[in-house]
């Protein structure tokens, strides 16, 4: 991670904000023969290439889907070594990333995690508040819908009249208020679904589905969803700015 931006080879437009669907570790596991734990490891290993990717290609913002609020619904000592997972990054990573100039964020809610690790996360989060180098949002018991109702319960709650609830307010309750929407979103595996993540923010963004398993989505898929990116023609809704 200590490279500095070297950007050979990749296109001019550059997604500011990627954010990605790690999914697939469990078919990875099943496939070697091993528990699905194993696949949840070998996954977080490779968020570490991945972040080391982000940072390389000039990436300002990454927002990676860790744990789902549907993802409590699996067998319990999946769930528990999840957070074990979890608390290792923090405990391993920290530093590293840290030095890096990484900025950890958390999406989602923190209140039903064992208080240790809740600890871990908001100390993390201040540790590394003033880092600028790259935005990293853990969305950890995260899900669009929660995030969209709690937005309503608060902007009821405050009484803020009608006629002022446009997007952008709407935008400004969200758990990703001071980030940009993202501009490219990859889900791994195959699957092609946005199972609850960023379901506001992803009205505009362009979606990549690699079939590749996350435990085995290195730099090089990155690049290529990259590149895939740089090559579409956003519209907004409008015409081509393209030249025909
Ligand atoms: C994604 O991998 C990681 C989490 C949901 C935590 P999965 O565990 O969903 O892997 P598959 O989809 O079963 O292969
Ligand atoms: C989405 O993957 C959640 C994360 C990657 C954290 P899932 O594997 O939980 O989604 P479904 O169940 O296939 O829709
Ligand atoms: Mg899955």
Known sequence: ???????????????????????????????????RLA?????????????????KFGIKYLTIYAFS??????????????MNIIREVIEKELVELHKEGVQLRHIGHLDKLDPILQKKVMDAVELTRNNQRLILNIAFNYGGRDEILCAVKQIVEE?????????????????????????LIIRTSGELRTSNFLIWQSAYSEWYFPTTYWPDFDEEELRKAIIAYSERDRRFGKVSSKQD
């Not at 500011?16 to 790690?22: E, K, Y």
């Not at 696949?39 to 940072?55: D, F, P, Q, S």
């Not at 309750?173 to 001071?178: A, E, L, R, S």
């Open 39 to 55: 696949g949840h490891k070998a996954g977080t290993e490779n968020l570490r290439r991945i972040i080391k990717g982000c940072v």
């Open 69 to 82: 609020t549907e993802n409590w619904g699996r067998p319990e000592d999946e769930v528990s070594g999840l």
């Open 1 to 35: 991670m200590t490279t500095e931006p070297t950007i050979t080879g990749l296109p001019e437009h550059i997604p500011a904000h990627v954010a990605i669907i790690m999914d697939g570790n469990g078919r990875w596991a099943k496939a070697r023969g091993l528990p």
């Open 159 to 183: 009484k803020i009249p009608v006629d002022q609830i446009t997007p952008e307010l709407f935008g400004s309750y969200m758990f990703t208020k001071d980030c940009p929407d993202p501009d």
